[in-house]
């Protein structure tokens, strides 16, 4: 195996990686949602809470890390104001999500569809 094809296999694995963590912070996301709504889910906006903590933490930085550390880290919101606030902010930060594995992928899949002309 040459240098050449080791670098780009690892770069491969990178690209997968990302694409792998922001998919599953996107899911965490949206299960965010749901725990900060219902009083039943208190526990599981704790849990689901500490697991993003944890994902994020292994994210270089950037400004996509800096705002959902600061989202993450905000109090389980109360009453139906906060809670209102808190879901458009959240849905702000799953568009950005979005986006980023849109923009992983497309990265991903560019040398391959060069590769085949």
């Known amino acids: 195996m040459t240098s050449s094809s080791t670098e780009n296999q690892f ?3 990178l690209q997968l990686q990302n694409i792998f963590e922001l998919l599953t912070i996107k899911g965490l996301l949206s299960q ?3 725990a900060a709504i219902f ?3 208190k526990n599981l906006f704790i849990y689901i809470q500490q697991v993003l903590q944890s994902i994020v933490s292994t994210i ?3 400004d996509y890390k800096e705002n959902l550390i600061n989202f993450i880290n905000q109090n389980r919101p109360i009453g139906f104001n906060q809670q209102t606030n808190y879901v458009v902010e959240l849905n702000r930060i799953i568009n950005w999500t ?3 594995i849109h923009s ?3 990265i991903f899949e560019e040398p391959n569809e060069q590769s085949n002309y």
């Open 11 to 13: 770069e491969e694995t």
């Open 32 to 34: 965010l949602h749901v």
């Open 39 to 41: 009083d039943s889910s």
């Open 98 to 100: 979005e986006t980023g």
């Open 60 to 62: 270089p930085g950037s």
């Open 104 to 106: 992983e992928i497309k």
